[in-house]
Protein backbone atom coordinates (compact mmCIF):
# COMPACT_ATOMS: atom_id res chain seq x y z
CA UNK A 1 0.00 0.00 0.00
CA UNK A 2 1.18 3.60 -1.18
CA UNK A 3 1.41 5.95 1.59
CA UNK A 4 2.63 9.54 0.95
CA UNK A 5 3.21 12.21 3.97
CA UNK A 6 4.09 15.84 2.98
CA UNK A 7 5.07 17.99 5.68
CA UNK A 8 6.92 21.73 5.59
CA UNK A 9 4.22 24.12 4.81
CA UNK A 10 3.33 27.23 7.11
CA UNK A 11 3.25 30.64 7.36
CA UNK A 12 5.27 32.65 5.16
CA UNK A 13 5.73 36.75 3.97
CA UNK A 14 5.80 37.58 0.62
CA UNK A 15 9.15 37.29 -0.37
CA UNK A 16 10.09 34.33 1.98
CA UNK A 17 11.16 30.58 1.22
CA UNK A 18 9.81 27.26 2.22
CA UNK A 19 10.56 23.24 1.80
CA UNK A 20 8.31 20.91 1.34
CA UNK A 21 8.91 17.35 1.88
CA UNK A 22 7.34 14.12 0.71
CA UNK A 23 8.00 11.02 2.59
CA UNK A 24 6.80 7.89 0.37
CA UNK A 25 6.24 4.22 1.90
CA UNK A 26 5.53 0.88 -0.05
CA UNK A 27 6.72 2.51 -3.35
CA UNK A 28 9.53 4.56 -4.47
CA UNK A 29 10.10 7.77 -6.54
CA UNK A 30 12.81 6.61 -8.86
CA UNK A 31 11.59 6.08 -12.35
CA UNK A 32 8.32 7.05 -11.83
CA UNK A 33 6.19 10.20 -13.07
CA UNK A 34 5.71 12.48 -9.41
CA UNK A 35 4.93 15.95 -9.23
CA UNK A 36 3.31 18.77 -6.42
CA UNK A 37 0.32 20.07 -7.49
CA UNK A 38 -1.77 22.84 -5.15
CA UNK A 39 -5.24 23.74 -4.54
CA UNK A 40 -6.27 27.11 -3.61
CA UNK A 41 -9.77 27.93 -1.91
CA UNK A 42 -12.29 27.61 -4.69
CA UNK A 43 -10.29 26.59 -6.96
CA UNK A 44 -9.22 22.84 -8.83
CA UNK A 45 -6.49 21.46 -8.10
CA UNK A 46 -3.47 22.66 -10.20
CA UNK A 47 0.36 21.05 -11.54
CA UNK A 48 2.62 22.71 -9.68
CA UNK A 49 6.06 20.81 -10.41
CA UNK A 50 6.56 17.23 -11.66
CA UNK A 51 9.63 14.62 -13.24
CA UNK A 52 8.81 12.91 -15.83
CA UNK A 53 9.91 8.90 -15.88
CA UNK A 54 13.52 10.62 -17.84
CA UNK A 55 13.96 12.87 -15.52
CA UNK A 56 12.61 15.71 -17.08
CA UNK A 57 11.24 18.55 -14.93
CA UNK A 58 8.15 20.63 -15.79
CA UNK A 59 7.09 23.86 -13.96
CA UNK A 60 3.56 25.56 -13.74
CA UNK A 61 4.21 29.08 -15.54
CA UNK A 62 3.49 30.61 -12.28
CA UNK A 63 6.30 28.84 -10.45
CA UNK A 64 8.80 28.56 -12.82
CA UNK A 65 12.23 30.33 -11.90
CA UNK A 66 10.90 30.51 -7.94
CA UNK A 67 10.33 26.47 -7.72
CA UNK A 68 12.30 23.83 -7.65
CA UNK A 69 11.44 19.78 -7.73
CA UNK A 70 13.87 17.34 -6.32
CA UNK A 71 14.42 13.86 -5.81
CA UNK A 72 16.40 12.03 -3.20
CA UNK A 73 15.86 8.34 -4.07
CA UNK A 74 18.25 7.09 -1.30
CA UNK A 75 16.01 8.46 1.45
CA UNK A 76 13.01 8.23 -0.79
CA UNK A 77 12.11 11.42 -0.65
CA UNK A 78 10.51 13.94 -2.89
CA UNK A 79 10.90 17.91 -2.27
CA UNK A 80 9.83 21.39 -3.58
CA UNK A 81 11.38 24.31 -2.92
CA UNK A 82 10.01 27.15 -2.77
CA UNK A 83 11.43 30.87 -3.24
CA UNK A 84 10.34 34.16 -3.50
CA UNK A 85 6.45 33.23 -2.31
CA UNK A 86 3.71 35.39 -3.26
CA UNK A 87 0.36 35.47 -1.78
CA UNK A 88 -1.35 34.04 -4.67
CA UNK A 89 1.03 30.98 -3.72
CA UNK A 90 -1.34 30.07 -1.01
CA UNK A 91 -2.84 26.50 -0.92
CA UNK A 92 -2.66 23.14 -0.07
CA UNK A 93 0.14 21.53 -1.22
CA UNK A 94 0.03 17.39 -2.26
CA UNK A 95 2.71 15.56 -3.43
CA UNK A 96 1.69 12.71 -5.97
CA UNK A 97 3.22 9.08 -6.69
CA UNK A 98 1.74 7.47 -9.38
CA UNK A 99 -2.14 7.34 -8.70
CA UNK A 100 -1.43 8.16 -5.05
CA UNK A 101 -1.70 11.43 -3.51
CA UNK A 102 -0.66 12.20 0.44
CA UNK A 103 -2.75 14.02 3.05
CA UNK A 104 -1.74 17.51 1.63
CA UNK A 105 0.16 20.06 3.74
CA UNK A 106 -0.93 24.02 4.00
CA UNK A 107 0.92 27.01 2.70
CA UNK A 108 -0.28 30.69 3.49
CA UNK A 109 1.50 33.27 1.96
CA UNK A 110 0.58 36.21 4.07
CA UNK A 111 1.83 39.48 5.61
Known amino acids: QVQLVESGGGLVQPGGSLRLSCAAS????????VGWYRQAPGKQRELVAM???????IYAGSVKGRFTISVDNGENMMYLQMNSLKPEDTGIYYC?????WGQGTQVTVSS
Open 26 to 33: GTTFSGNI
Open 96 to 100: KLKLS
Open 51 to 57: ITTGGTT
